[in-house]
Each structure stands twice: as C-alpha cells, then as structure tokens.
C-alpha cells in the first residue's frame, strides 16, 4: 500500500513536470501562438475522441451544456494563446512567473460564481501578488507586452478553471475537455478564416522539428496529462494536487535556465517578485485546506 501511494505521488510530479514543460515547447516551436494553439487543440480532440470511443464514453449532452462548454473552449483557447504570445513577446520565465497569478483572479472570479464572501487573507494575498508583479514590471520592463498577455492568461485560466469546476456537477471530465478542444478548434478557424492571417500554405507548412514537437504538446502534455490528472485526483487529495500543481512554474522555470541559460537569465529583482508570488500561492493552498478541515470537524 505505501509503495502504491508512493507510486501515485511520483506520477503526481511528473504530470507538474509535464505541465511546466509546456511552456519550453512553447519556445521550441517556431510558430507564432494562434496556429500553434490551433495544431495543439486539434490534434488534441483526434486523440480524445479516440480515447471516448476506446473507453465507450457518451458523448450526448443537452444543447444548453453545449452552449456552455463552447464559451469554455473559446476562453482555453484565449488562455493557451495569451499564454504562448507571452512567450513569443518575453520569455518562458516571464509567462510563468505571471501565470502564477492566477491563484488571485481565481480569488476574485470564485465569490461572484459561487455567491460565497470573499475571504479577508484572500485580498491580502491578492495585495501580495501584486507587489510581486510591480518588483517584476519594474526591474523587466523590456518585457512588458509579455507580461501583459501572462497576466491575460493567468486571468482567462483561473476564469476556465471556476467556470469548469460547475461543470463537472453535470459532466465527466473528459466530455467536458472534448467539447471544449473541438468549439476552441472551431473558434480558431472561424477566426482565421476571417483575418489577413487565414489558412494559406505557410499556415500548414511545418518543419519537422514544429510538427514533432506539436505532436509531443498535443498528446503528451495535452491529451495525456488530462486524462492522467483526472485518475491521480481519484487516488490524491484535491489539496495535495491543487498545492502540487503550484509547483509548475518552479518546475518550468529551472528547466528554462537549463535549456535557455542565455534568453532565460533575469534580474534578481525578479526572482525576488516571482518567489513572493508563489510562496504567496503556496500559502493560499495551505491555508485553504486548514479552513476545509476545521468545517469538517465543526
């Protein structure tokens, strides 16, 4: 039994690992972040669709969810793609260190959708993160169209994340993902259909390396790392996911300096304001789950 827990820790931390990795994808593709996003949520729908035909999964849902799970999917689909411009504009550090906020807009999204007071530490850690943003707009202001579509992204995440979290009352997590791929698919196309950008042949003429590396995004850090996160929180304590999963930009970051020494280097100021946001997302984790269980023993 220890060894099995073991086991569903190990996998744990590397679904984070895989999550922080993402991001060095980002990087690695050469593409700009709307096709990328668009390659990443299609391949990603071929592969889920084949797991609910696998799994024997019902795909019927009423139109009013189908309507909802479209909203959905066209805000992930803002997020991946403010997300990897962050990268495109800054750097992985940068788009990392801004996606950590999201814990603070979620703060702030979760009281209007589920009519609950707002928790008075809450804004204090939301006062927190946001001196952690300024020490970092302020020593890397060079960057500061990244850090505005990292903010936007961690934003439109933790708005996803709520607005998923009411949805799974209803759905399975993996009808829910599927919609959500294929209307952000949809939402995409529509989008270049009626732009300059459009689909031409540069748009679907990939390198090697880009069509590789896609491949990896869509399946293994998309398609995989849903499904598998789903069974882990059958097996781990939401608290110890949600808490582990605040790991990521730790995770991503040092693998950027590794891999990126030269475009990854920052200022300490930096690391100063990146550190107090997420040992302030950290404490926020702990703090809530203190909360949950003295409800329960009251």
């Known amino acids: 039994m220890p060894n099995a827990k073991l086991k569903n820790y190990l996998h744990l931390h590397l679904l984070v690992f895989i999550?922080?990795?993402?991001?060095?994808?980002g990087e690695l593709i050469t593409i700009t972040a709307i096709p990328l996003v668009w390659y990443r949520m299609i391949i990603a729908s071929v592969l889920m669709f084949a797991y609910i035909k696998i799994a024997k999964v019902k795909l019927s849902i009423r139109p009013k969810s189908v309507l909802k799970l479209t909203i959905a999917g066209i805000i992930i689909a803002a997020h991946w793609i403010t997300f990897f411009g962050a990268i495109d504009e800054a750097n992985i550090s940068i788009a990392l260190?801004?996606?950590?906020?999201?814990?603070f807009f979620a703060s702030l999204i979760e009281p209007i959708v589920y009519k609950r007071k707002i928790i008075w530490y809450e804004i204090l850690f939301?006062?927190?993160?946001?001196t952690g943003v300024i020490i970092i707009t302020q020593s890397e202001i060079k960057y500061l169209t990244g850090i505005i579509l990292g903010i936007s992204s961690a934003f439109l995440s933790s708005l996803f994340a709520v607005l998923n979290g009411s949805f799974l009352k209803q759905h399975t997590a993996t009808v829910i993902s599927f919609y959500e791929f294929l209307s952000g698919v949809i939402f995409i196309s529509l989008y270049l259909l009626f732009t300059t950008e459009g689909f031409n042949l540069k748009f679907f003429n990939l390198s090697t390396s880009d069509f590789f590396y896609l491949l990896i995004l869509a399946s293994v850090c998309t398609a995989y790392a849903f499904i598998a996160s789903?069974?882990?929180?059958?097996?781990?304590?939401?608290?110890?996911v949600v808490l582990t999963y605040n790991l990521e930009p730790i995770y991503?970051?040092?693998?950027?300096?590794?891999?990126?020494?030269?475009?990854?280097?920052?200022s300490t100021s930096f690391y100063y304001g990146a550190l107090l946001i997420i040992a302030t997302v950290i404490l926020n984790g702990i703090l809530k789950n203190s909360q949950k269980i003295k409800r329960k023993k009251s």
């Open 19 to 25: 999550a922080g990795f993402t991001a060095i994808l």
């Open 97 to 103: 260190a801004m996606f950590s906020t999201g814990a």
């Open 126 to 130: 939301g006062l927190i993160v946001i």
């Open 230 to 240: 789903v069974h882990v929180m059958k097996l781990i304590s939401p608290y110890t």
């Open 252 to 266: 991503g970051i040092l693998i950027a300096l590794i891999l990126f020494p030269e475009s990854e280097k920052m």
